[in-house]
């Protein structure tokens, strides 16, 4: 129901062909692997659109650590991506299969993440000390860092 000028309700019928009731075409044609799709902040190469001419940085580990860190971050990231497309596209059989697999993904490298490195939350460290108090900070390992 919609308010008419006397501030009174008047039906309405919704349409039955409104453009958001239509079925939606499926979005997998042309996704990007992880890593691309986190350098340039979204999953499909016709959505990149760079701003002016600058294009994004490649980043490159520089310790067995950050590559690891690395992979967990750009597998979260398609998952996260995924997963808004498929709130648009629910059967879309190549977005979901995507979906699966980067999952199944991420929870494999945040798990050799946290066996070798720590806790990457709060909820991982239960009945452990803070111990990522004591560690370097990522500005004090580094001298050619340019933070605070």
Not at 72 to 87: E, P
């Amino acid at each position: 129901m919609l308010f008419d000028e006397n501030l009174g309700f008047m039906p309405f019928n919704l349409d039955t062909n409104f453009p958001f009731s239509e079925k939606k075409e499926p979005k997998t044609t042309k996704v990007l692997d992880p890593l691309a799709g986190f350098l340039r902040g979204n999953m499909y190469q016709d959505e990149f659109k760079p701003y002016k001419n600058y294009t994004y940085r490649k980043l490159e580990p520089t310790s067995k650590k950050d590559k690891l860190l690395l992979e967990v971050m750009m597998y979260n990231f398609a998952i996260n991506d995924l997963n808004l497309s498929l709130d648009l596209h629910p059967d879309d059989p190549e977005l979901l299969t995507l979906f699966q697999k980067y999952t199944e993904k991420a929870c494999e490298k945040e798990m050799e993440y946290v066996k070798q490195y720590g806790p990457l939350q709060v909820t991982e460290a239960l009945g452990e000390p803070f111990n990522w108090l004591n560690e370097p900070w990522p500005w004090n390992d580094r001298e050619d860092a340019k933070y605070v």
